[in-house]
């Protein structure tokens, strides 16, 4: 069943919303801003817990982020997801401070290269508990297809996002990530052939996030996906200081979708 899930984007220390291709460690001026919000994390962590918005997930984008992080997940412990730098040396311990998952992405592509040894110390630091781990694909298109876009979505890796990958991953994981990198921020619309083939590939549970403007888009994901794959809305939802659609709507479609 298809459900709207909510996201807590930090940067630098800030609730932000972003274009995520605009993203870069070497050219930090190119960043473009949608929104900073006033607000602490804890606030959104808040809102999402009081609407029962289970599986949403806070991103670390850059350094800088841990302590409101730890604000939002210490706002409703085991009701959030956390990613961000993620390794085997913190998984455990974003957990242990409240995080119902933890979310990993560049750390299995070191070099850009997948790692699949890096993957399994991840596992083994949550004691190999897959229910506590969700797999981060996020992803820009090349060629004619996606390709998994690493370090905050500026580096192509060598894994091209199709069913033999998706396939390999699912044993470790209790759900997938895939931010559409391209279309991040940018409130142009879904990549609609990446959401049907995440329903083609995908057994598990599976979020997309790019380009979302508007409650249409949920009843457009449901459909192409049959169901299968989840939306997350940023920059266009009003409590982002978007014009697109209404949290409440948000909100309301769920329970429509609880209790047809």
Known sequence: MTIFRPCIDLHAGS???????TLSETL???LKTNFTSLLPSSYYANLYKEQGLHGAHVIMLGPGN?????EAVEAWPKGLQVGGGVNEG???????NGAEKVIITSYLFPSGKFSLEHLKAVLAALDNDKEKLVIDLSCRKKGN???VAMNKWQTIADMELNQDSISLLEPYCSEFLIHAADNEGLQKGIDHELVRKLAEWCSIPVTYAGGGRG??????VKELSNGKVDLTIGSALDIFGGSGVK???CIAWNKKQANP
């Open 15 to 21: 609730v932000k919303q972003i274009v995520g291709g």
């Open 28 to 30: 930090p001026e190119s």
């Open 66 to 70: 841990d302590d409101a992080c730890r």
């Open 90 to 96: 913190n998984a455990a311990e974003w957990v242990k």
């Open 145 to 147: 297809g996606w390709w």
């Open 215 to 220: 409650i249409q888009d949920l009843d457009l």
């Open 247 to 249: 949290f409440e709507d």
